[in-house]
C-alpha cells in the first residue's frame, strides 16, 4: 500500500507522525510541520484515499492500521509519537491497541474512543445525513463551503477558516465517504485503561464533534493521561490555535524520553 506524506525537520531524529482528520489531508498540519521541525522528524501522513495515498477495498480501521506500521517500516523507524486528530486519533488508538511496541507517546486532539449508539442508530443517521448532500449532487466544494465555519471556535487564528474550506475541496468524494462509514465503525471504548504509553488529550472548548468533557472522561480512563483545553476552539485546533497547540505538544514531548 502506498502512503504518501509531507515532511519537515531531521531525517532520522525522533519521529512524530501526525494523522488528521476527515476534511483534509497532510496539508492541515501546516503549522505542526513548520513549528516543530526543528526539534522532531514530523511526518504528515495522507491517510489512505487522501492526497494521492492508495485506499484499496474498504477503508477499515484494521486497513488504516496496516498502512500506518507500513509507513513506519519505510520511514525506518521502530517507534513513534503518534499525534492523531479526531478520525486520526481512532487511528492511532486503533495502532496502539494492536502494536503497542511500537508507539512511544500519544497525543489524541478531538477524539473520542468510540462512536455513536450500542443500537447503531446514531451511526446510521449520521453516516445518511453526511452522506446526503454528496447523493444529491454537491460537490466536496459545496460541503466545505458550509462545513468550515461550523467547525471552528470564535478565538481561530483568520487563516483557519479558509484553509480548512481548501482542504476539504480537495477531498477525493469516493474517500470523504469511505471515512465517513469508517468513523461510524470506530470503538475502542474497552481498550483505554490498557494504554500504557504517555498520553496527552487536547480538546476545544466548543468543539462540537469530540466535546471537551468527552476528552476529559477519556483522559482519567488512560493510566498517566494528561489533558489540556483549548479556550474558544473547536473542532479544528491544530490549525485554530497552532502556537498553543504546539507549545502543548512540545512541553509533552518534552517530558517522554526519546
Known amino acids: 500500500m502506498t502512503v504518501t506524506y509531507l515532511r519537515r525537520g531531521p531525517t532520522g531524529g525522533r519521529t512524530l507522525v501526525l494523522m488528521h ?73 486503533e495502532f496502539v491497541a494492536t502494536r503497542p511496541d ?29 452522506l446526503a448532500p454528496l447523493d444529491a449532487g454537491k460537490t466536496m466544494a459545496d460541503l466545505a463551503e458550509v462545513a468550515a465555519a461550523r467547525l471552528v471556535g470564535p478565538a481561530a487564528d483568520p487563516a483557519a477558516g479558509p484553509a480548512i474550506q481548501a482542504a476539504m475541496a480537495a477531498v477525493p468524494p469516493d474517500a470523504y465517504r469511505a471515512a465517513i462509514r469508517c468513523l461510524a465503525s470506530f470503538d475502542r471504548f474497552a481498550d483505554m485503561a490498557a494504554i500504557a504509553v ?41 490549525l485554530e490555535q497552532p502556537a498553543a497547540f504546539n507549545a502543548l505538544v512540545r512541553e509533552f514531548l518534552a517530558g517522554v524520553p526519546a
Not at 507517546?105 to 445525513?129: I, P, W, Y
Not at 498520553?199 to 498517566?224: C, F, Q, W, Y
Request: with cysteine; glycine share 16%.
Open 198 to 238: 504517555p498520553t496527552l488529550l487536547i480538546a476545544g472548548e466548543v468543539d462540537k464533534n469530540a466535546p471537551a468533557r468527552t476528552m476529559e472522561s477519556m483522559s482519567r480512563k488512560i493510566a498517566g493521561a494528561g489533558y489540556a483545553c483549548l479556550p474558544d476552539t473547536g473542532h479544528m485546533a491544530p
Open 102 to 130: 511500537r508507539v512511544r507517546s500519544l497525543v489524541l486532539s478531538g477524539t473520542t474512543a468510540a462512536f455513536g449508539s450500542k443500537d447503531g442508530s446514531f451511526q446510521e443517521k449520521f453516516v445518511n445525513d453526511r
Open 21 to 93: 482528520g476527515i476534511g483534509g489531508g497532510a496539508e492541515t498540519f501546516a503549522p505542526q510541520l513548520e513549528g516543530l521541525s526543528d526539534s522532531f522528524d514530523v511526518v504528515a501522513w495522507n491517510m489512505p484515499g487522501y492526497g494521492g495515498s492508495r485506499l484499496e477495498g474498504a477503508m477499515t480501521f484494521a486497513g488504516l492500521a496496516d498502512a500506518l506500521a507500513g509507513l513506519l517500516d519505510a520511514l525506518g523507524a521502530d517507534k513513534a509519537d503518534l499525534l492523531g486528530h479526531s478520525i486520526g486519533g481512532m487511528v492511532a488508538q
